[in-house]
């Protein structure tokens, strides 16, 4: 908690700083500096960011989406072939799906309620994934009957897939007729297969991390040479539309919250991971326990041979090291999960977990605590997440 508020405290000071020295500028100049240029380059979807994607999609509320009574698929917006003429840039790429967001809402008549991610294909090309509710009816039918003034679009009139292959084409606006034509015929796709499978949060949120992420897909989060460059990177790779968190924090005094933590974390090694192995008829055949691992690159450091003094000029008698060397290599270590009592966990039920967590923690930190608060006097809370 001492680091956690010390960090806010140089972020305060950096902050006015900031502000001093562009109130400053703009007294001597009369208007604010511009933006600096960028420099920072992204070349892959970084670790920290898919934790944040897991933890966020795991505390929204899909009460809205559940309740509008719609199938759920899971939706693909892909780029032609020659696709750096209209996406040279991850920022082109979000201006086209600000677009879509725009047009879907204008066609259907409701703000899209959905989960995207941004991904790779091996030929370098971009392409979105989308979960969220399929509109029924055609495209622009409400528009023409609640609207005196009617104006067609593009897309009106056709149902949901036929609309959205005719749409992103037009959104994307390939110059050349015939990459339009192909990019028409199979730059969208609508899987309701995958989308079946999203049935609660946790698998939600652990689909979208996982996918791509094994090694034979790793290549889908590799950021193509072509934006590989400052101010050109992608940007997010990934977000949400119209759905809202549904989080509660309590307050927790240091004994309490290392208590809580150490629950937490032998309740996940409980859990472990499960593998099902199916027949060809897909019946589970074999239900065994895996060990949760995940690939690091370690360091190691090398020390060089001492080099002979009689290959030394001028240094008799002296006696040189050759230089360090270092060199990584690829190792799979065992998943720790709330590591130092800092983490979270993906259940299927939050709230039951919190509650049992609760009454766990009623019937062994009350001796502690008590002793606790006797030795150390009356202390701070610090907020523990659940």
Known sequence: MARRERTLERLQESTRKQA??????????????????????????????????TRRLAE???????????????????????????????????????????????????????IWKLEFQRRGAPHIHLWGPEPEGTAG????LTQRRYRPAVGDGLPYREWLSVVWADIVDHPDPEQKRRHIRAGTAVDFREGERMRDPRRLAVYFTKHGSYR???????????????????????????????TAGV?????????????????????????????????????????????????????????????????????LLAPVRVRYRTVRRPVVRLGNGRGFLCVNDGPALA??????????????????????????????RQ
């Open 20 to 53: 001093d020295l562009a109130a400053r500028y703009f007294l001597e100049h009369g208007h604010l500096p511009e933006d600096p240029e960028p420099t920072r380059t992204v070349t892959e979807w970084s670790r920290k960011s898919r934790a944040r994607m």
């Open 60 to 114: 929204l509320d899909y009460g809205p989406m559940l309740r509008t009574g719609l199938r759920l698929p899971m939706t693909t917006l892909t780029y032609p072939g020659d696709w750096e003429t209209v996406a040279p840039t991850g920022k082109v790429v979000k201006e086209h799906l600000k677009a879509y967001r725009k047009r879907f809402e204008r066609a259907w008549g409701f703000t899209p309620l959905a």
């Open 141 to 144: 039918e409400l528009r023409r």
């Open 216 to 246: 034979a897909k790793e290549y889908q989060h590799q950021v193509p040479d072509a934006w590989a460059e400052p101010g050109a990177g992608p940007g997010r790779f990934w977000g949400y539309w119209g759905l809202d968190p549904a």
């Open 251 to 319: 307050e927790l005094d240091p004994a309490t919250a290392v208590w809580a933590g150490r629950i937490l974390r032998r309740y996940a090694h409980a859990q472990g991971t499960t593998k099902l192995t199916r027949n060809a008829g897909g019946v589970v055949v074999k239900d065994e326990r895996v060990r949760i691992t995940q690939q690091r690159a370690v360091r190691r450091v090398q020390g060089g041979d001492p080099i002979p003094t009689d290959r030394v000029v001028g240094l008799a008698g002296a006696q």
């Open 355 to 384: 509650s049992t967590l609760a009454r766990a923690l009623d019937v062994v930190t009350a001796p502690a605590a008590d002793s606790y608060r006797r030795r150390t006097g009356p202390v701070q809370g610090g907020p523990v």
